[in-house]
């Protein structure tokens, strides 16, 4: 409770900081675009982790103001890269599922893309499997009605959650994360099939495979011999501050 009341002070000052994570292509290195993370440092609490204060948000209503305010954060952040004259880099933000499926999710983001006077294609949407996809007929026409904003979209934390693979085939998306738990895991037997399964899964598809949580050089050529060309992790970057993201 006493997290719920302060996040809600914190989200009415705007208190709620970003961190970037690069997805790197794995052969060459390359930073290929970035994952926004939300940060709350309170000055009541000190630094809580995401774990808690995401699904905090979630359960008292809050995680659509909370991603409303990353979202700005990240479009300041590249219209300050374009006045400055900086290349734009493409950024992923995290939409739960209450955000995804509320009705004005689409209308207020291209407004704020228009105020700020970014265009559609710098920003792409990752949404966890975990939502289930419950409602697949309504997903499908709001990733529809993204791509034709414009807008990517991607699908977190996939194999964490309880859908068939068949509902992918049907999901305008272009691009699946193999979840970090796979990651970390490839050396036993049973979850190298898995993953070396999705990523065929998604190269049939047309989708980009992007490999979550790498650690090691040694998950880097796994992935890399499975077919596997973007990646993130703690192995090449840690999410690092927006200004930090600007000396990349
Ligand atoms: O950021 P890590 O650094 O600890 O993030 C922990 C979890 O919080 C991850 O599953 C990440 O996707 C999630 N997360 C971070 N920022 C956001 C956000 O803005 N919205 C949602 N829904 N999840 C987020
Ligand atoms: O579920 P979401 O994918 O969006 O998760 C991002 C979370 O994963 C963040 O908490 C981020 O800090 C964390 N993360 C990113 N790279 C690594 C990594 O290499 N190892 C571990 N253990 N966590 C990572
Ligand atoms: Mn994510
Ligand atoms: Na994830």
């Given at each position: ?127 966890t499997e975990r ?24 699908v977190d934390d996939f194999g964490t959650g309880y859908s068939s693979l068949?509902y992918l ?7 699946i994360k193999i979840d970090r738990s796979f990651i970390s895991s490839m050396?036993?037997?049973g979850t190298l099939a898995i993953v070396r399964t999705i990523i065929?899964l998604a ?6 495979a992007v490999a979550e949580g ?35």
């Amino acid at each position: 409770l006493r997290i719920a009341n302060e996040l809600s002070a914190a989200l009415r000052r705007e208190e709620i900081d970003v961190h970037l994570q690069p997805k790197v292509d794995l052969k060459s290195g390359k930073i290929i675009s970035f994952e926004a993370l939300a940060r709350w440092n309170s000055p009541e609490l000190g630094s809580i982790a995401p774990d808690v204060f995401i699904p905090a948000a979630e359960k008292n209503g809050k995680i659509r103001l909370l991603e409303q305010v990353v979202f700005k954060r990240v479009l300041t952040w590249l219209k300050k890269r374009k006045e400055l004259g900086l290349e734009l880099r493409q950024v992923a933000v995290n939409i739960s599922a209450d955000h995804f499926f509320h009705h004005s999710f689409i209308p207020h983001l291209v407004d704020r893309m228009a105020e700020y006077g970014i265009e559609h294609k710098w920003i792409q949407l990752e949404i966890t499997e975990r939502i289930g996809f419950v409602d697949i007929e309504t997903a499908h026409q709001v990733f529809k009605k993204l791509n034709r904003y414009g807008f990517t979209s991607s699908v977190d934390d996939f194999g964490t959650g309880y859908s068939s693979l068949s509902y992918l085939q049907k999901l305008p998306v272009s691009e699946i994360k193999i979840d970090r738990s796979f990651i970390s895991s490839m050396h036993e037997h049973g979850t190298l099939a898995i993953v070396r399964t999705i990523i065929q899964l998604a190269e049939n598809l047309n989708m980009t495979a992007v490999a979550e949580g790498i650690e090691t050089e040694q998950q880097r050529s796994i992935l890399v011999s499975l077919g596997c060309r973007v990646g993130q992790g703690y192995f090449y970057y840690r999410p690092m501050s927006l200004e930090e993201a600007n000396l990349l």
